[in-house]
C-alpha cells in the first residue's frame, strides 16, 4: 500500500470515527423540559414521583420543575408571559388563563400525544363540558385542568351537638341559617371570641371572588351585565346588594363571627377550623386532606344558598395544566401532562385534586375520601369565576370594597356603588 494511499485511509477513517462520536453524544444529550408549579405541599412530593416515574419510561428526558409559593405564582407567570420568558410546561389558574389564551402564549392540546386520534374522542374523556373553559376561539383545548374544585361548606359535627343539632339532618341549607347557627355555636369571653360559628376567608382577592359571586348569582345577578357577557359593572343593582348585606350580617347580626380575625390567620386560613375554633367553613376538595386533626367529627354539606334563589349556585375553580407555544417539545410536554392527568386515583387522597378525566373515581383508593360523593355532586351547579381579560382589575377591585365594608360594616349599596364606578372605569380604559 502507498503512503498516500495509507494516509487517505487514515483520514478517511479518522473522519468517520468524529462523526460517530459527534452522533453518539447528540444522541445522549437529555432532552430538557422545564416546570413550573404553584406549591401546595401536599401535592409537591407526588408531582416528584410522576416526574421520576415519567423520565424511568421514557430515557433522555429530563423534567426540572421549578417550585414557587402561590403567593408569588401568579405575578411570576404573568411577568414572564409579557417577556417571553415562560418554561415548557406551567400551570395557571382559571381566572388567569384567559388571559393567555387566543394571544399566541399556549400551545393547543395535542391530542395525539394523548393516545386519540381526534378532538373528538379526547373531549370524550372528560367530564361533559369541563374542558370549554380552556378552550380559544379556535375550538381547541388549551390546558388540562388537575385541580378542579366544586366550593362547598364543612361543618364541626361536635359543635352541631352542643347546640342540639344533628349534623347529619340539621346543617344549614341557607345563608340565613349559617348565621343564626353560627351565633349559637360562637363563643365570646370578654368581648374576645374564642370560639367562632362561621368566618369569610378575605384574604385575597381569588378568595373573596369565590365567597361573594356565589351569593350575587344566587339572587339571579352577575358582576358584568348580560350576566357577565356585558361591558358594564351590575353588582350595585338588588342581587349584588343583598350579596354584600347578607355576608355583612354574620357579623354584626347573628354574631357568628369576628371579621378581622381570619386575616389574622392568613398563612394558615384554615387553621381555626382544623383546631376547633370554626363551626363552619368553605372550602374545595384541595382542603380535605388538612384537615386530618379533625376527620372524625366533620361533616361535608352542599353550599348553602340565598334563601329567595333564582337559582342553585356553587363556585367552580381550576387550576390547569399548560404548555407553551414556544417550547421546542410540545409534544413531549403534553406527552407527561397526559400520564400526569390519568393519575386521579393517587392525587384525590395526597393532594384533594379531582381531576375532570373519566374513569378513575371507581377505584378503591378513593372510597373513603371525605365528602367525594357531595364535591362531584355539586358540580352539576358549578359556575366558574368570573372570565374576562380584564379580571385581574376588577377582581381587586371588588376586594377591595367588600373587604373594607365588611371590616367596617359599611353600607352595601354605597359601597357596590363605588365598587362600579372604578370597575366601569377600568373597562372603559
Request: with cysteine; proline share 6%.
Amino acid at each position: 500500500m502507498s503512503r498516500s494511499l495509507r494516509r487517505t485511509l487514515v483520514a478517511l477513517l479518522s473522519f468517520t470515527l468524529l462523526v460517530s462520536i459527534g452522533a453518539t453524544g447528540l444522541a445522549q444529550e437529555p432532552i430538557v423540559i422545564t416546570f413550573w408549579k404553584h406549591s401546595h405541599p401536599p401535592a409537591d412530593p407526588l408531582t416528584e414521583e410522576l416526574i421520576a416515574e415519567f423520565e424511568a419510561a421514557n430515557p433522555g428526558v429530563d423534567i426540572q420543575m421549578e417550585l414557587i409559593s402561590s403567593a408569588d405564582y401568579i405575578n411570576r407567570v404573568l411577568t414572564a408571559a409579557a417577556g417571553g420568558q415562560l418554561p415548557d410546561i406551567f400551570d395557571i389558574n382559571d381566572a388567569n388563563h384567559a388571559i393567555l389564551t387566543g394571544n399566541g402564549i399556549l400551545a393547543p392540546v395535542d391530542v395525539a400525544a394523548f393516545g386519540f386520534e381526534s378532538q373528538e374522542d379526547f373531549e370524550a374523556a372528560y367530564v361533559p363540558d369541563s374542558l370549554n373553559p380552556f378552550k380559544g376561539e379556535d375550538g381547541q383545548v388549551y390546558g388540562i385542568p388537575f385541580e378542579y374544585n366544586s366550593w362547598i361548606m364543612v361543618i364541626n359535627e361536635n359543635m352541631f351537638r352542643e347546640i342540639g343539632l344533628d349534623p347529619e339532618t340539621d346543617y344549614p341549607k341557607t345563608w340565613e341559617e349559617v348565621g343564626e347557627i353560627g351565633g349559637q355555636i360562637a363563643t365570646v369571653n370578654n368581648g374576645v371570641f374564642e370560639r367562632q360559628g362561621f368566618a369569610w376567608n378575605l384574604v385575597t382577592p381569588g378568595w373573596t371572588m369565590l365567597l361573594f359571586s356565589p351569593l350575587v348569582y344566587q339572587g339571579g345577578g352577575s358582576i358584568l351585565t348580560d350576566d357577565d357577557m356585558g361591558d358594564a359593572c351590575a353588582l350595585n343593582e338588588p342581587a349584588g346588594v343583598a350579596a354584600l348585606q347578607t355576608m355583612q350580617d354574620m357579623y354584626y347580626k347573628y354574631n357568628a363571627g369576628a371579621p378581622g380575625i381570619n386575616l389574622a390567620t392568613a398563612q394558615d386560613s384554615m387553621i381555626d377550623f382544623y383546631q376547633d375554633r370554626m363551626g363552619m367553613w368553605i372550602l374545595g376538595p384541595w382542603a380535605v386532606p388538612q384537615l386530618t386533626p379533625v376527620a372524625d367529627h366533620m361533616r361535608l354539606i352542599p353550599l348553602p344558598q340565598m334563601t329567595d334563589a333564582e337559582r342553585d349556585v356553587v363556585m367552580l375553580s381550576s387550576w390547569v395544566w399548560t404548555v407553551n407555544a414556544a417550547s421546542e417539545h410540545t409534544d413531549i410536554a403534553w406527552k407527561f401532562v397526559d400520564y400526569a392527568s390519568q393519575q386521579g386515583a393517587r392525587w384525590l387522597p395526597t393532594a384533594g385534586y379531582i381531576l375532570p378525566r373519566i374513569g378513575w373515581t371507581d377505584d378503591p383508593s378513593v372510597a373513603d375520601f371525605p365528602g367525594l360523593d357531595v364535591f362531584i355532586d355539586q358540580m352539576q351547579y358549578g359556575r366558574p369565576r368570573l372570565i374576562h381579560p380584564r379580571q385581574g382589575e376588577i377582581a381587586t377591585i371588588i376586594h377591595q370594597y367588600v373587604q373594607d365594608a365588611i371590616l367596617n360594616n359599611l353600607d352595601a349599596q354605597e359601597t357596590l356603588d363605588s365598587a362600579c364606578d372604578e370597575i366601569n372605569a377600568a373597562l372603559a380604559g
